[in-house]
């Protein structure tokens, strides 16, 4: 017989809960996930469902009918990008705890998309979210399907997830990693086109409009989809610009493109910026009228946005597919 794990006591109500089971089938899913939405309803939480549908249905059928059930289609959560989670979150928490609920507890599954590059902003969100979810009123159960996840993504959920649950309890995660020493042992991928003849070269920016201009010519002789590429074009203005009022001179900047992927690379030579987190929310929280938001919206815009800094200024490199 299989003792019991003791239980965790999960923090006041207004502090982020991370939790993750990891499941090899739909019956242990709802066996971990079940009692956790229970125990919620049972102290007035609101409980909402956002994982894969018949599974959904299943967990659904398990609890029977409840007033405190939001069952959400999980693209309309996740979204196509991390940053726009991370707002889905933040309103689903309001919209729940303005209806009474002191609390929401999400039944999460993340789709970590089909390559290890969109695998890689996940891991990143999910280390993230511990930080910008950290004083809403959440708690989160994260469900890994074991059958189907790659190990990258399933050692990735066991490194950002403060506690574990499965069918014997609640317990700490004695693997995971303060979330900024995580996401900064993240490795930088290779981008192969950065191998290849620059669409745009420019080694010292200094006619900003000129620049905006010559990025949106040869981005419209690529083709492909009009908004992705309009998103692009303003992503690199913003940065562009960000580089040339924060950072150091010489600003450089470099265009990739393939038939079907576009990549540009920023580099400043200013003083860098050591913050893994920037760029998932605002700078400066609701306060809008004080900028700080190019980052957010290149994370919002583009597929892949990375933030590099080796000690001699700061790169941001961007990129995005064309269709």
Not at 64 to 74: F, H, P, S
Not at 109 to 138: K, S
Not at 226 to 254: F, K, Q, T, W, Y
Not at 290 to 305: E, F, I, K, S, Y
């Amino acid at each position: 017989m299989t003792p019991a794990r003791p239980a965790v006591t999960p923090g006041p109500a207004n502090v982020y809960e991370h939790d993750l089971a990891v499941y090899d089938s739909p019956e242990q899913l709802v066996a971990v996930a079940a009692p956790f939405l229970r125990a919620g309803l049972a102290v007035g939480d609101a409980a909402v469902i956002a994982i894969e549908e018949s599974c959904a249905r299943l967990l659904l059928d398990a609890l029977g009918d409840d007033d405190g059930i939001v069952v959400a289609e999980r693209s309309g959560v996740y979204g196509s990008r991390p940053p726009a989670a991370i707002t889905a979150f933040r309103k689903l928490a309001q919209e729940r705890t303005s209806s009474g609920h002191s609390r929401v507890r999400v039944v999460g599954d993340t789709d970590f998309g089909p390559t290890a590059r969109e695998w890689l902003e996940w891991q990143r969100y999910e280390a993230v979210i511990n930080q910008a979810l950290g004083t809403q009123p959440l708690w989160g159960l994260c469900v890994y399907d074991a059958r189907r996840l790659p190990d990258q993504v399933l050692e990735a959920g066991l490194h950002t997830h403060p506690h574990l649950v499965d069918e014997h309890g609640r317990r700490p995660n004695p693997d995971y990693v303060d979330p900024a020493d995580y996401l900064r042992s993240l490795p930088v991928p290779v981008e192969p086109l950065e191998a290849t003849e620059p669409l745009l070269q420019v080694d010292d920016v200094s006619d900003f409009i000129g620049l905006r201009h010559a990025v949106g010519e040869r981005l419209a002789r690529l083709g492909g989809d009009p908004d992705r590429v309009e998103d692009l074009h303003l992503a690199i203005d913003e940065m562009s610009s960000n580089a040339v009022r924060h950072g150091g001179p010489p600003v450089r900047l470099r265009l990739w493109a393939s038939a079907d992927r576009v990549v540009c690379r920023i580099s400043d030579h200013g003083a860098g910026m050591d913050d893994p987190f920037a760029g998932y929310g605002p700078a400066h929280g609701t306060d809008l009228s004080r900028g700080g938001m190019g980052l957010w919206l290149a994370r919002q815009l583009c597929d892949n946005v990375d933030v590099i800094d080796a000690g001699t200024g700061l790169t941001v490199r961007l990129a995005t597919a064309l269709r």
